[in-house]
């Protein structure tokens, strides 16, 4: 077995294909990170870095690639043309999972607060159970070094591409909005028969927790054949079956049982976390969490680091980082959420994003726009007519110190930047870390 790309995902595939047997041999056409490495070596795994022995992997019956390999990559295209079976890490996980059960959640937006919630309430509930996939550990090192009797796995639509047999007990899509099309060919037809992949394999005696309210998702729901229990979450009217607000209560309906509870109790707040809580309370409903586990859970949650994360105040102006805004959509849903003046730090790589979305509510609430980024261009041509106050900066000490300058007491400076980082930062981590400390330095 060949698996390309040793990262978390490419690390945790070879140490499980390798404690079941296989022959692994591990290909990463960069650099391999020492602790990665050195994982390799203890665990006596062949690898290689820097480049890639096409005719040695053209021989591997079957192929694991990391879900960051594109379609287009050069060797990706030489081992379709083989015809050597491609899986992604999640599938060769489920493999090898056992009697475990999976809940599985995917979604262009709040799958990260959705997975973390989702935890916290079978955690809470007493469940065995890991949070995996995206999110913390590969899906297979959990397998292979801890497993437990419940995974609660973050999937990306990159990981369901290549799946194959892998079969959650609750599949979870929040929402379906543009992302990523450069890796789609710009196709969001594409991209949504990704997202609809998660719930191929099920039957009826499994689950589907979708929103009701999301207009892609319910134009393309009937075009896939889903054979499972549907549980719908929505705002808009009252269900039979599954969850729904309603005079800013939550009301649960499950089999013959009903929890009610108000969304003022909620540790999360904003109009995008109640559709998380609702998404995240019907897939530990349907895992037979206890009610008033799910209620403390919802209570007790602490909100995620990068995630719409409060820095500081300083001079009455609030630093808010939601540097895991990758994508126009999640810039959207920060900006929605805002009720002072706004100055907004936007940029970074941009993946074929579609400013257009969030015009509206840039000339509402937006005073000043600060570009972190290396191309600024397009934010300009959207902006440019709407927010007379833009700078561009290289970094991100630059980027809050002009912010500041600009800020008055009552404002807020929200680092929300609609791309990927990957032009000035490691990832959004780093990009959140380092807003944070120029932050503290003011």
């Not at 709040?110 to 159970?129: F, I, N, P, R, W």
């Not at 909100?303 to 990758?326: Q, Y």
Request: aromatic residues 8%.
């Amino acid at each position: 077995m060949v698996i390309l790309g040793a990262g978390e995902s490419g690390v945790g595939a070879a140490l499980l294909a390798s404690q079941q047997g296989y022959n692994v041999f591990v290909s990463d056409g960069g650099s391999i990170r020492d602790h990665f490495k050195k994982e390799l070596q203890d665990a006596a795994i062949e690898f290689e870095e820097g480049g890639h022995s096409n005719a040695r992997i053209l021989e591997a019956n079957e192929v694991v690639k990391s879900p960051g390999i594109p379609e287009k990559n050069e060797l990706v295209k030489l081992i379709r043309a083989s015809r050597i079976p491609v899986i992604s890490e999640v599938e060769l996980a489920y493999r090898f999972k056992g009697k475990s059960r999976v809940i599985a959640i995917t979604g262009s937006n709040g799958k990260t607060t959705t997975t973390s919630l989702t935890y916290h309430m079978c955690k809470t509930g007493g469940a065995d159970c890991a949070m995996v996939g995206n999110i913390g550990y590969s899906f297979a090192r959990q397998v292979a070094g801890d497993p437990k009797e419940l995974y609660v796995a973050e999937i990306s639509s990159f990981q369901l591409d290549d799946i194959r047999t892998f079969r959650p007990d609750v599949a979870v899509l929040t929402n379906i909005t543009e992302d990523h099309l450069d890796r789609y060919e710009y196709e969001m037809k594409n991209y949504i028969s990704s997202k609809f992949r998660i719930a191929m394999n099920q039957e009826p005696d499994d689950i589907f927790i979708y929103n009701l309210d999301d207009e892609v998702t319910m134009n393309y729901k009937d075009h896939y054949p889903i054979k499972s229990t549907l549980a719908p979450f929505t705002m808009s009217k009252q269900l039979p079956q599954g969850a729904y607000l309603l005079n800013a209560k939550m009301h649960l309906k499950w089999k013959n049982e009903e929890m009610q509870m108000s969304i003022e109790d909620f540790a999360l707040k904003g109009k995008h976390n109640q559709y998380n809580s609702m998404a995240a309370s019907l897939a530990a409903t349907a895992m037979d969490i206890r009610k008033e586990k799910i209620r403390e859970a919802l209570q007790t949650f602490e909100s995620l680091e990068h995630r719409m994360e409060t820095v500081a105040t300083i001079k009455g102006v609030e630093f808010i980082n939601d540097s895991k805004a990758t994508n126009v959509n999640s810039t959207w849903f920060a900006l929605e959420s805002m009720e002072k003046p706004v100055i907004l730090i936007l940029g970074g790589v941009d993946k074929g994003n579609d400013y257009s979305l969030i015009r509206e509510l840039v000339k509402e609430k937006v005073k000043a726009i600060v570009c972190m980024g290396t191309e600024n261009r397009k934010i300009h041509e959207a902006f440019g007519d709407v927010v007379s106050l833009m700078v561009n900066t290289g970094n991100a000490q630059d980027a809050v110190q002009s912010a500041f300058h600009f800020a008055n007491k009552g404002d807020v400076v929200l680092l929300s930047p609609a791309c990927a980082s990957f032009d000035l930062f490691k990832n959004y981590e780093d990009r959140g870390n380092q807003f944070k400390k120029a932050v503290k330095e003011l």
